[in-house]
């Protein structure tokens, strides 16, 4: 057994020597207290980078088919009043919503931007139309304009072109106009009323849209209830000189916002040039899934956005309004937060106590010997 701990001993691969023989130097006293220092930093270091997760990248194919897509948005247009402003939808599928009103909140500004008032009945009014004739069919134009009473005319010349017009009517056969909203010149006359109330004044509209997953473009027309409507009305000559598509986003993303997503166009500003015309962005969408250190996964998206404006002046005249045309790219990105093992960090641990020990070895070591030849010469005469 003594033989055997003999042997043992002979294998000791730290020899330790007398403290005797033992020199202790300022130099290398310097060195060891800035060795702790910079050992201390890096395992404060390496014990955060151990408790906090690290994001993994990973790019795939992406193969979903059938998902919908939510876009999210608040944008305000400091120059043109929520009744004049429509929100429109079209894909590459064929799919089409015009004058969209649910899951969108509007809220009139003023000329110093600040809101009048909030609603979430939808963007702009009742969708107008061209007035409807008596006889059943819509005002053409060089047709002349003779609205029906609905059921209340005394005679079958009698025409009702105003809303009080049909009031009086239905008064004279003793009838309650119940529902004001369902009469074509009422409709049209709010409509009107509406308009020369809001004019100066701006709009933001917030809410999110729900998709296709397929290529195409939402889109803010300023004036399309107007011009639809054939209205020929002269306080409201001003609107055919264009509409003003200053506008600014305070933010726009698609899907649900996750940790690190950056969407470029957040606060984005553009303010229209002296002429019209229609503003585009051209967005590529990037299908994202996120997951975080407890598994739970967030399916969103990210995009990149070019931008582009086109003059009013050309022919055809572009209609007015800000355009997102977006696509989507064949490829999903994967973040990932994942821990770090502990047997990886107490090797980190290990490896920066022995490498800040080594290097503090080999530069006190070569602080010391140069001390010692530097001192040997000047005892020899050649440094005075």
């Not at 799919?95 to 009103?101: A, C, S």
């Not at 470029?264 to 553009?270: I, Y």
Request: charged share 25%; with cysteine; hydrophobic share 35%.
């Amino acid at each position: 057994m003594e033989a055997f701990l003999q042997r043992l001993k002979g294998l000791d691969a730290y020899p330790k020597v007398n403290e005797d023989f033992y020199k202790r130097t300022l130099s290398g006293g310097v060195v060891t207290v800035v060795a702790a220092v910079v050992m201390l930093l890096l395992f404060i270091s390496e014990t955060r980078s151990y408790f906090y997760s690290a994001t993994e990248t990973k790019l795939i194919v992406d193969t979903s088919r059938g998902e919908r897509l939510r876009v999210n948005f608040d944008i305000a247009f400091p120059s043109i009043p929520c009744t004049l402003l429509s929100v429109d939808s079209t894909d590459i599928s064929g799919e089409k919503h015009h004058d969209i009103r649910h899951d969108i909140e509007k809220r009139r500004l003023n000329s110093h931007g600040n809101v009048i008032e909030a609603r979430k009945e939808g963007i702009g009014g009742a969708k107008i139309e061209r007035p409807l004739q008596k006889h059943g069919g819509r005002l053409d134009k060089g047709e002349q304009y003779c609205g029906t009473c609905y059921g209340a005319e005394e005679s079958d010349e009698q025409c009702c072109n105003s809303c009080e017009e049909v009031r009086e009517a239905y008064k004279k056969k003793g009838w309650a106009l119940t529902n004001p909203d369902l009469i074509d010149q009422c409709t049209r006359e709010d409509f009107v009323e509406r308009v020369k109330t809001q004019q100066g004044e701006g709009c933001s509209v917030h809410g999110f849209l729900d998709v296709s997953k397929v290529a195409g473009n939402f889109h803010f027309a300023p004036g399309k209830g107007f011009y639809e409507s054939n209205i020929d009305v002269p306080e409201l000559s001003l609107l055919e000189g264009g509409f003003n598509i200053t506008h600014k986003i305070n933010k726009l993303s698609f899907g649900t916002d996750f940790p690190g997503v950056v969407n470029p166009l957040d606060g984005a500003q553009w303010t229209q040039p002296a002429s019209d015309g229609t503003y585009q962005y051209f967005i590529k969408v990037v299908p994202t899934i996120y997951t975080d250190i407890r598994g739970n996964k967030i399916h969103s998206n990210q995009f990149s956005v070019t931008e582009h404006f086109r003059d009013g002046n050309i022919r055809p005249k572009p209609q007015p309004g800000v355009f997102f045309f977006y696509d989507f790219s064949p490829i999903k990105v994967i973040f990932a937060e994942e821990n770090r093992s502990l047997l990886h960090y107490l090797t980190n641990l290990c490896a920066i106590v022995g490498g800040v020990f080594t290097v503090s070895g080999i530069i006190d070591s070569f602080i010391y010997h140069g001390q010692k030849a530097l001192k040997k010469k000047m005892e020899l005469g050649k440094y005075r």
